[in-house]
């Protein structure tokens, strides 16, 4: 089963200023499983980051809907209406790698909150 984009993902990302950027996304959605299939939800997300210091990244956002498809939960399936809020930093080495720490706060239906720290390693190519 999945949670996959039906159509392209819209998304932009700005650099309004030196050292900032602003991206914004949206997603329409469509569960399959086999048990329930094309059941339709919304994403969108609002991310803004600022250059610290060189090869330092502070990084917030706001999403509606699934916040992460890399990360996809079975919870997350079908008419999802969280509201979840990031905070993060990244530190850039001076590999192609990064660290990455993260606090990620959700509100959900009928009065469900969650919080999830994470500590990531980024590869880029």
Known sequence: GSDRPTGPVTSVTLAPAPRWTVGLRYALT??????????????????????????????????????????????????????????????????????VGSYEYQWRKDDVRMGRARIALVQAF
């Open 30 to 99: 469509s569960t399959d499983f086999a048990t329930v299939t094309g059941v339709k939800s919304h994403t969108s997300d609002l991310r803004v980051a600022r250059e610290l210091t060189p090869r330092i990244w502070a990084r917030g956002g706001f999403v509606h809907g699934v916040d992460n498809f890399d990360n996809f939960t079975i919870d997350e399936a079908g008419e999802f209406h969280a509201k979840t809020a990031i905070g993060a930093l990244q530190i850039l080495l001076p590999s192609l790698t990064s660290i």
